[in-house]
């Protein structure tokens, strides 16, 4: 099926390409920055998504920065000429200037199953999901999350590490950090609703980014179905909240779910249930994502890095508290280091509001842009011997302004750090108490298919720590 569908587009772009290449006039727009835009259509999105595919991100970017310039070119890419961002200048006029210069910016079929409703930009819809992520990680609720993230940590790795003497990290990870997300966010305690839950995330993250032919048997149309019922299960939830809110039941502490249902639209409305239950998706696949692909990639570098893992094996034997995980600054600097060098994103975009120019050169109103986390964490002029891992890098201010961007930066930077932080730090107290570990495959890859994930899903063998 998938391979008739290829046929019929490869079809479809040779005649664009017919279109393109003799009859469809030419852009006057002079001064564009350097670079080249590839195949019609599709332009180099295939180059980009098969070196992501083999673990080389970095070379698609470098060989272009090489060739045309440091620091900015243009491609396209997703279907949209664009310009990728390449350097800690251009990161501070993207993140400075949101509003003014430059909008988020989705392709199209993924902007309209992320927003909450046709009539809602996507600005707005940003602008909405801050407000409510910005309330449910406001200091005195993140006081309180540490004592539950602690038991959450200690019950999973009862529960699926001790007692084995080797694990799949990548799939652990992920579920340690959906199920937290599910207690805290939407007060979901069953293991089992958050398991189906996660496997339906998991479906839609990997099978959605591909060829958006919505067709029975084909990946995209697999994540469709599997957003539906995403989709209707949260419907399912904010019926049954509502009715613990008529009977006083709802949890004590504003979850996620809680905010929501405070939530005016633009006309100062409530929200209906299914743009409550897209927001409800969102936040928690944005809350979960990043996360869990974080913990693959701390537990890979400490393995190999086991002078690191000494260093970070400190802390009391106790419940955890807020106060513990702020003394916990030098494994912060290690998970700020892998942060670094394997960013779990690769960057978001933004559109061009107006006619801008940056480095000398013009960017056309409409023009989309990328900024890439990798090109500046990779930048020796930003972080000196960029391939050594050396988590002393931040125990300073010694950083160069919008270079160190796994979060962004600026007034947009991500709502949900502290609480991605605290997160982590958590797992990371408890994980390296009970337990070293080694690679079962010593040269296994970090690679992106589409999101940053372990090759072989990160097999390591277990050493009870006595």
């Not at 890979?300 to 106790?318: H, M, N, S, T, W």
């Not at 011997?385 to 125990?395: A, G, I, L, T």
């Amino acid at each position: 099926m998938e391979f008739i569908i290829l046929s019929l587009l490869l079809l479809s772009l040779a005649l664009y390409s017919l279109y393109y290449v003799i009859i469809k006039p030419k852009p006057t727009t002079q001064n564009l920055p350097p670079g080249r835009k590839g195949w019609p259509f599709i332009g180099e999105t295939l180059e980009y998504h098969a070196l992501s595919k083999k673990g080389c991100i970095e070379k698609f970017m470098s060989q272009r920065m090489q060739k045309y310039s440091s620091k900015i070119f243009k491609t396209s890419y997703l279907g949209a000429d664009m310009v990728f961002l390449c350097s800690a200048e251009g990161n501070k006029l993207l993140f400075s200037n949101e509003h003014k210069l430059f909008k988020p910016w989705l392709p199209r079929i993924i902007e309209n199953s992320f927003k909450s409703s046709p009539n809602i930009t996507l600005q707005d819809e940003f602008n909405s999901l801050r407000r409510v992520i910005g309330s449910f990680t406001e200091p005195n609720a993140l006081r309180r999350y540490v004592g539950m993230m602690d038991a959450n940590a200690k019950r999973h790795l009862r529960k699926y590490w001790d007692g084995n003497d080797a694990v799949k990290v990548h799939d652990l990870s992920r579920k340690f950090i959906f199920a937290l997300c599910c207690e805290l966010m939407y007060n979901i305690h069953d293991t089992r609703t958050a398991d189906e839950l996660e496997n339906l995330a998991h479906c839609i993250m990997t099978e959605f980014f591909i060829i958006p032919v919505n067709i029975p048997g084909t990946k995209f149309g697999r994540a469709v179905r599997a957003g539906r019922e995403f989709h209707q299960r949260f419907r399912n939830m904010i019926k049954q909240r509502r009715l613990e809110i008529e009977e006083k039941r709802e949890p004590e502490h504003k979850d996620i779910l809680s905010l929501l249902l405070l939530e005016k639209n633009k006309d100062g409305e409530d929200l209906t249930e299914s743009e409550i239950a897209l927001k409800m998706q969102a936040v928690l696949i944005g809350a979960y994502d990043n996360p869990s692909i974080a913990i693959s990639t701390i537990i890979k570098f400490l393995a190999e890095l086991p002078e690191i893992y000494e260093q970070v094996l400190r802390g009391p034997d106790e419940l955890l508290s807020f106060d513990d995980l702020k003394r916990m600054k030098y494994t912060w600097n290690v998970i700020s280091e892998v942060l670094r060098m394997e960013p779990p994103n690769s960057g978001t975009f933004r559109e061009a509001l107006t006619e801008v120019t940056i480095d000398g050169y013009k960017i056309p109103k409409g023009f989309k842009l990328h900024w890439a986390v990798n090109a500046t964490h990779k930048d020796p002029e930003c972080f000196p011997n960029p391939e050594k891992f050396d988590p002393s890098r931040y125990q300073g201010n010694d950083i160069v302004p919008f270079s160190y961007v796994p979060f962004g930066a600026g007034p947009h930077i991500c709502p949900g750090k502290e609480f991605a932080r605290l997160k982590l730090l958590v797992f990371f107290h408890n994980l390296v108490r009970k337990f070293r570990w080694e690679k079962i495959i010593p040269d296994e890859k970090m690679i992106r298919n589409p999101n940053l994930m372990p090759e072989k899903g990160l097999p390591v063998r277990l050493y009870p720590n006595n």
